[in-house]
């Protein structure tokens, strides 16, 4: 058991143990505290699938932005949503937590016997990508490669996804403006 | 090397937590979490398998465009819930059940 592998355990262990505390806790400042954390392991986890940028963009985005778009959303917005969560949480302590309990076990159990049987190291092309120096090594550097590919190859999807990313931008500003007729 | 399983058992029982907080959830902001963890299972497959591609780079292509997809929904997502907190003074999905009041 090498130091890779070593990191990944600890890795995947923060981030699925951060991520059930996420689901299971009542408080829910405190369980967006928590996501912070699942986010952070998972761009630690991305570093050891060779995808640095990936991870980098995780913590830039993820982190930075969408987490703290959260937060501010409801910090400030007014003491009463945050009353209305907390009354919310109380009324529903324990009702009805079973049967979406039982779905997302069983699922969990179809998924992983899916894995098992499927054996993703011996697939045909992850073989034959291996025998054909496709993988990517170690020690590569992979962001020069994903700005070239960024322009040429996938230059259509780039486009599209500037573009929704606009009308998001301009969808965003008109739903939380403060007038009337929204 | 890690192999490939273990990325793929990882992510699985992430996209399971996500789905119970999305079904079991009466919070409309709790449930936005729940989507960002299957969001992120997903990626997370996506990153896994872009090892062995090296040339095309399409796994990790994708995982970015799925990062700028998630914060694009999120926005918007936010945006609705609090108009939906203006005009009904709840979250909960469960009792938004008017289309017009």
């Not at chain 1, 408080?27 to 392991?41: D, E, G, P, Q, Y």
């Not at chain 1, 985005?61 to 501010?72: A, P, R, S, T």
């Amino acid at each position: 058991m090498n130091l890779a592998q070593m990191l990944f355990y600890v890795m995947s262990f923060i981030a699925l143990a951060s991520a059930v505390f996420v689901a299971a806790t009542k408080n829910l400042v405190r369980s967006i505290f928590m996501f912070f954390i699942t986010l952070f392991a998972l761009a630690g986890l991305y570093v050891l699938a060779l995808a640095d940028f990936v991870a980098v963009t995780q913590i830039v985005i993820y982190v930075g932005g969408i987490l703290v778009l959260i937060l501010f959303a409801f910090m400030l917005s007014g003491r009463e949503t945050l009353n209305a969560m907390a009354l919310q949480q109380k009324q529903f302590i324990s009702i009805g937590k079973l049967p979406a309990f039982l779905l997302a076990a069983l699922f969990l159990i179809v998924l992983l016997n899916m894995i098992i049987k499927v054996d993703a190291n011996n697939l045909e092309w992850v073989k034959k990508s291996i025998e054909s120096k496709n993988d990517i090594p170690v020690n590569a550097a992979m962001t020069e490669d994903i700005g070239v590919g960024l322009m040429t190859r996938y230059l259509l999807p780039f486009e599209a996804i500037s573009i929704l990313l606009m009308l998001a931008l301009v969808g965003a500003a008109h739903l939380s403006r403060k007038g009337r007729g929204a | 090397m890690i192999s490939l399983t273990d990325f793929l058992i990882v992510s699985a029982v992430l996209f399971c937590i996500g789905l119970y907080m999305i079904v079991s959830k009466h919070n409309a902001i709790q449930i936005l979490i729940g989507i960002e963890l299957m969001l992120n299972a997903a990626i997370l497959n996506l990153v896994a398998f872009g090892k062995y591609d090296r040339f095309n780079n399409g796994g990790q292509m994708f995982a970015l465009f799925a990062i700028v997809l998630a914060a694009a929904t999120t926005a918007v997502a936010l945006a609705i819930i609090l108009n939906v907190y203006k005009q009904y003074k709840t979250i909960d999905p469960g009792k938004i059940d008017k289309l017009k009041d």
